[in-house]
């Protein structure tokens, strides 16, 4: 069982440090090595004077719904790492986390909502008539894979209970 608590925790803060980078990093859309989008600048590399120069993104109704749900899910998570680590100290033996299963599972929901928004309106976000030249970038392969695996250590938080 000590060996499962170590493998939930771990998950969460690997989930937890994978979700705030693609939330905070500058590849959701990637046209070339010199020019990419995020949640919150458009950037441009200027061979010049080797420097990025980033200018805020147009705020659509899209994207900031995909900006708002995703720093949910990284607050949800946040706060779900936390009751779990209270609960940890505070709860009787043979309690169940459900509180922080429930938060990881709400923080699995919102990243997926977001992700799902991005993946449909990606032209109207990027406000671009060239969207179709570019591709997805890591930082929103790296919100999609972190989906299944805050689902998944949300339902192990559910079942998990609390030996000494």
Request: proline content about 1%.
């Amino acid at each position: 069982m000590a060996f499962l608590l170590m493998f939930v925790t771990l998950l969460h803060l690997i989930t937890l440090a994978m979700l705030f980078i693609a939330t905070m990093e500058k590849q959701w859309w990637v046209w070339d090595a010199t020019k990419n989008s995020d949640l919150w600048y458009n950037c441009m590399y200027d061979n010049a004077t080797e420097t990025w120069l980033c200018a805020s993104s147009k705020e659509t109704e899209w994207l900031q719904a995909v900006q708002a749900l995703m720093v949910l899910s990284v607050v949800f998570s946040s706060i779900s790492f936390l009751v779990f680590l209270g609960q940890l100290f505070t709860m009787s033996k043979g309690g169940l986390f459900y509180i922080t299963g429930l938060c990881q599972i709400f923080a699995g929901l919102t990243a997926f909502a977001a992700t799902l928004i991005y993946t449909l309106h990606h032209t109207e976000i990027l406000g671009f008539k060239d969207s179709d030249s570019g591709h997805f970038g890591y930082c929103f392969i790296l919100a999609w894979v972190c989906v299944p695996l805050l689902l998944c250590s949300g339902t192990m938080y559910v079942h998990l209970r609390k030996r000494e």
